[in-house]
């Protein structure tokens, strides 16, 4: 009976154990997004570029394409100098509906809004399904692949709540 209740005891310290560092990880990856919408809104082109592995690839399901995250960055920096500047206010929002990992990668599953407003009052808003794999080197989390499957609705997004 004793040993029952020892082995018992262990699974339930490995159990517990198990549960505090998953909990760790998705409190990390969750201040890693929330990084990135900081950089966002502030238009700190340099901050949101150090969220991504520096070999990171961007897959378009829009344009059937995949090509290097540098090559997306160049073509999304006028929208964060913008912001910088004031020309406009910007956002980033995150939804996950499947998060995967362990130690040092991640898969996360879910789906992305981002909102601008120009001086005129003109609102923007594109809403898509999103895959990210990241990984964790020297203690943060950085974006590998960004797959920015399909679009959605607002209708869409707002079933999300």
Do not use: C
């Not at 394409?65 to 920096?77: C, G, H, N």
């Not at 999103?130 to 590998?144: D, P």
């Amino acid at each position: 009976m004793k040993r029952i209740v020892k082995l018992s005891l262990w699974l339930l310290l490995i159990i517990t154990n198990a549960a505090i560092a998953d909990d760790q990880i998705i409190k990390e990856l969750d201040a890693t997004w929330a990084e990135l919408a900081r950089t966002v809104a502030e238009g700190d082109f340099e901050g949101y570029k150090k969220g991504y592995h520096q070999d990171a690839i961007l897959v378009s399901g829009f344009s059937k394409d995949s090509y290097p995250i540098a090559k997306a960055l160049a073509s999304w920096k006028s929208g964060f100098d913008d912001t910088k500047a004031k020309k406009m206010t910007a956002g980033v929002d995150f939804y996950f509906t499947q998060r995967l990992h362990d130690q040092t990668t991640a898969h996360e599953t879910g789906m992305f809004r981002y909102y601008t407003t120009d001086k005129q009052g003109k609102q923007t808003e594109f809403i898509a399904h999103m895959n990210a794999l990241l990984i964790k080197k020297e203690g943060k989390w950085l974006i590998m692949m960004e797959y920015q499957k399909s679009q959605m609705t607002r209708a869409q997004w707002d079933a999300l709540k």
